[in-house]
Structures are given as structure tokens and as C-alpha cells.
């Protein structure tokens, strides 16, 4: 009986056994099978959502790059403007992010609107992941003209109890399809209003259903935006009403062709240099400008900028370095310890171009990313402060495009649009970044055409012979993606014939002296 009972008692174990493994094997599987949470909502106080209302999604201004956070103690700014002739009663802002992380990665993402934090957000390690965030909007939100969101990654990677916070360990791109979802009291109608939902970028139709003239029409009327300094595009159809030549015509109308930009400008109001730096061993400011344009300001000549570095290591010290297009303008190196850096330092004209990226970077030496140094605190500080500036007036900047500017002085005409029947709206897009680096106002009818004359080249043509009683100039771009215009008969960097060129004709009567015009 003893023997029976026993035998019991190991059938019961060994059945408990197996059912606690056949158990363990579910739930594993489960937790492979069961999605993690991709989408998370960080509540506030804020109006709940109308259902009789309108929906839109508003874009970030300035989206012609990836906005990307590179490495832990990285920042990054997006801007939105809100609808001024529609009402918005209640929104949310929707973050979709994509997080390539290391497999020891262990980090942040922080999340503030208009310098209020609203969500904190662990970055998932070890692969790619998608995320998609939630963060409703309060009635001041909705009440402001515009919002900022300012985005910051902090964390560090290693697998010890020495991590390196000088190590990229994970990378956050914010998709293009993150905005402002707002819900209006009427459909967006008002040019400006469909304006701030595309981010400030004006949108306009091309399609293959129209005639050669009004093609002309669009590429000069979207120059003309262009050229006034604001960014527009040729698009397919869209749940907001596209803009119209008549729209556009409006728009340009309202547009200042009178501001000259000038100096001095203060680099730590800009979105993305505003605030307090947390990092491991290294951050950057940047501040980009151009000189090429109708309204741009000066070459600058100086500087200024004003630090505050925090502490560091005994055995460390802060270095500031300067550069301008990558090229070193200045490094200075100051001893250990909380203090204020203010220093002058030259922009020399030599370095200056078109377009331009003024950086200054702050580094530590012995910092708390060493792992040597592990019992140390894991992020220096930083901040630039008010007093940063850009300054001076060195004399307007020059280049083959601006005597050609000057050639041309009020007016042009588009000729030869037979050509315009075979432009994408990709290549319609590039032929009015080349024209409006030229800021003149063309004119469609030939009728009243003055004698400057501007052809379209598409990509593929042979440049038709020149008239050589005139003076012949060929737009395009170089290398480097510059706009640049050379003269026909000195052509000297080139452009390529497989992208889209202009040439512009102009009669000898107009036409000051060689050493006047000639490329530069």
C-alpha cells in the first residue's frame, strides 16, 4: 500500500512538472506572438474632441531634410503654425518615430512644447523599432499662433558598469507624417490657412493636362514665391485644395520684396540652439545662412559668442572650436570648472559661399564618458547664451549670379515654351530654383516682352546656337549643387547636360562693359 502511495505522489510531481513546462512554453510563446505597444498617449488637461468638426493634419515648417537625433545627448527643434482664419477647437500632436538602437543602448527621448515637458519615452534597444506618440493639445496650445517642439535624446550604451556615453548607441528619425491633428470649426479655405497646414510650404498643381503658356505661367509665378523667400513646391492632388495662379499671384502679392535681411542676429534664438545642453562629451550649435539672394544681408565679418560651460573633471577642460563650411575659424581651451565664455572671432570673406554653416562646437577632455571614470556624473552641460551673435558688413557677396542679376535688372520672358510640354513637375520644380535665383519679374505675354529672354533647357538638349551679338549665360548647377551662371563664351566649371539648364539672352544695347559682367 506504501509502494501504491508513493507511486501516486511521483505521478502527481512529474505531471505538475510537466504542465508548469507546457505552461512556461505558452506564455513564451505568447510574448513572441503578442505585439508590443507601438502607440502611447501622454494625457493632459485638454478639450475633448468635436465630432462635428473638420480634421487636418498641419506639417512641420522646414521639412526638406530627415529631421534626425544622431546619438545620445542629440537635439532637435519642429516648428508648426497654426490656422489663423479657421478656429481650432481641440488636437494632439502625432510623433511617429523610427529608433535604430544599440543592444546595450539604454536612453530617452524627451519631448517639450513651447519649453513645457509633455512626454518622456524609453527608447527601445537592440534593432529598428517604430513608435507612434500621442501628446493632446491644451486650449493655450491651440490658442498660440505657433508651437515648438523641442526634442532631446539622452541615455548611453555599454554592456559594464563602465558605459560610454561618447558612443552614438541609438538614432531617431521623426517621419514626415508627424504633425499637428488639428479639429477646426470650417474646412480650411484661406490661402494662409492651407499654407500653415503644408508647414509654410506653398503647394501647387502640375498636371499633364495643360497647355505650354500656363506651364510658363506656373514655373514664373512659383519663381517669383521662391525668390521672396518663400518655399513652395508642385504637387499631386491633396485633401487641402492646392493653390491656384490666382492664389499664388495673391501670395506673392503679399510677400515683402523690400526686407533686406540684415545683421546682427542672435544664434541662441534660433529653434534649435535655444535652451540648456545635456551630453556626454561633445555639442553643437549650428546656424545656416545665405548670401546669394535678392534680400540677403552683407558678408558678415565677426562672431560673437557667449558660453556658459558647466563643470568638468579636475583633470579636464573645456575646448570651443569655430568653423565655418568646414573650414576652422578658431579653438580656444579653458581650464576646469563652471564659467562664461565670451570671445570675438573673425568671419573672413575668403571662406564665405552661397550657402553657408556657421558651427560651434564645445568638447570636454577627461570627461565622465572615459571609462576609467565610472563613478563620475553622466552628462556635462552647456548653454549659449543671449549675446551670441553674427555681425558686420563686409560688402555684398559676388558671384557670376549676381552681375547676371544685375544685367537683367526688372524683367524677363520665358521664350521657347514648346519646350515646357516635357517637364515633370520635378524638373518644373528645378527650373524655378534656377530662375529665382535670377529675382526678376517675368513677364508671360510676348506681346509686350522685353528683350532680356530666358530659355528653358530640359535635361538631354543641346544648348541651340547663341547669337553672338548677344551676350549668352548659361544657370545651372555645379558640383557641389550650387546655383551658378557663367557666361557662354567663358564657360569654365560647367553644367551638366543631363540636368535642366536656363539660358539667358541679352541684347548688347543692355549689356554694360566685359570687366563688368564677366563671371566671377
Excluded at 480634421?55 to 521639412?63: E, H, I
Excluded at 492646392?242 to 544664434?267: F, I, R
Aim: proline share 5%; aromatic share 6%.
Amino acid at each position: 500500500m506504501r509502494i501504491l502511495g508513493l507511486a501516486v505522489i511521483v505521478f502527481l510531481i512529474a505531471a505538475v512538472l510537466v504542465v508548469a513546462r507546457f505552461s512556461d512554453g505558452i506564455v513564451q510563446n505568447l510574448s513572441d506572438v503578442l505585439p508590443t505597444p507601438t502607440q502611447m498617449e501622454f494625457e493632459v488637461d485638454a478639450p475633448e474632441i468635436d465630432a462635428k468638426s473638420t480634421r487636418y493634419k498641419f506639417l512641420a515648417t522646414d521639412r526638406d531634410s530627415p529631421f534626425l537625433l544622431s546619438g545620445f545627448g542629440s537635439y532637435q527643434a519642429l516648428q508648426f503654425i497654426l490656422p489663423t482664419d479657421s478656429r481650432a477647437i481641440s488636437g494632439q500632436l502625432e510623433l511617429n518615430i523610427t529608433v535604430q538602437a544599440h543592444q546595450d543602448a539604454i536612453g530617452t527621448l524627451k519631448v517639450q512644447i513651447d519649453g513645457e515637458r509633455r512626454a518622456e519615452i524609453l527608447i527601445p534597444s537592440d534593432g529598428i523599432h517604430e513608435r507612434s506618440v500621442i501628446l493632446p493639445l491644451t486650449l493655450e496650445d491651440l490658442a498660440a499662433p505657433s508651437l515648438t517642439v523641442s526634442l532631446s535624446m539622452q541615455g548611453d550604451v555599454g554592456n559594464g558598469l563602465c558605459r560610454l556615453r561618447d558612443q552614438a548607441g541609438a538614432v531617431i528619425e521623426i517621419e514626415q507624417t508627424s504633425g499637428l491633428v488639428l479639429d477646426l470649426d470650417q474646412p480650411l479655405q484661406s490661402v494662409r490657412d492651407r499654407l500653415a497646414s503644408w508647414g509654410n510650404t506653398a503647394r501647387m498643381e502640375w498636371t499633364d493636362d495643360v497647355d505650354a503658356l500656363t506651364r510658363a505661367q506656373s514655373i514664373s509665378e512659383m519663381a517669383r514665391l521662391l525668390s521672396l523667400g518663400q518655399p513652395a513646391r508642385f504637387d499631386d492632388s491633396d485633401e487641402v485644395p492646392l493653390l491656384t495662379l490666382e492664389d499664388v499671384a495673391w501670395l506673392a502679392d503679399q510677400l515683402s520684396n523690400d526686407v533686406q535681411e540684415t545683421w546682427p542676429v542672435d544664434l541662441s534664438t534660433q529653434p534649435n540652439n535655444i535652451g540648456l545642453r545635456r551630453f556626454g562629451d561633445s555639442t553643437q550649435w549650428r546656424y545656416r545662412y545665405q548670401l546669394n539672394n535678392e534680400t540677403s544681408p552683407p558678408i558678415p565679418t565677426h562672431l560673437d559668442y557667449n558660453i556658459y560651460l558647466g563643470p568638468t573633471l579636475e583633470s579636464g577642460e573645456w575646448i570651443v572650436a569655430v568653423t565655418l563650411n568646414n573650414k576652422i575659424l578658431d579653438i580656444k581651451s579653458y581650464p576646469s570648472g563652471p564659467q562664461h565664455v565670451r570671445e570675438q572671432i573673425d568671419l573672413p570673406a575668403e571662406y564665405h559661399l552661397s550657402n553657408n554653416l556657421l558651427q560651434i562646437e564645445a568638447h570636454t577632455t577627461g570627461s565622465a564618458g572615459n571609462t576609467a571614470l565610472c563613478d563620475q556624473e553622466p552628462f556635462q552641460i552647456a548653454e549659449l547664451l543671449t549675446g551670441t551673435t553674427i555681425k558686420g558688413d563686409g560688402g555684398p557677396f559676388k558671384s557670376g549670379l549676381t552681375s547676371l542679376r544685375r544685367l537683367i535688372s526688372d524683367s524677363a520672358t520665358i521664350v521657347n515654351a514648346s519646350h515646357l510640354t516635357q517637364l515633370s513637375a520635378a524638373d518644373a520644380y528645378h527650373a524655378t530654383q534656377l530662375l529665382s535665383a535670377l529675382s526678376p519679374v517675368f513677364k508671360e505675354d510676348a506681346r509686350n516682352a522685353p528683350p532680356i529672354e530666358i530659355e528653358i533647357v530640359p535635361a538631354g538638349l543641346e544648348i541651340a546656337q547663341a547669337n553672338s551679338n548677344q551676350s549668352n549665360w548659361i544657370i545651372g548647377r555645379d558640383n557641389f549643387g550650387e546655383i551658378i551662371a557663367e557666361r557662354l563664351d567663358s564657360l569654365q566649371a560647367g553644367t551638366s547636360q543631363h540636368e535642366l539648364r536656363l539660358m539667358v539672352h541679352i541684347p548688347p544695347r543692355i549689356e554694360t562693359s566685359s570687366e563688368e559682367v564677366k563671371s566671377e
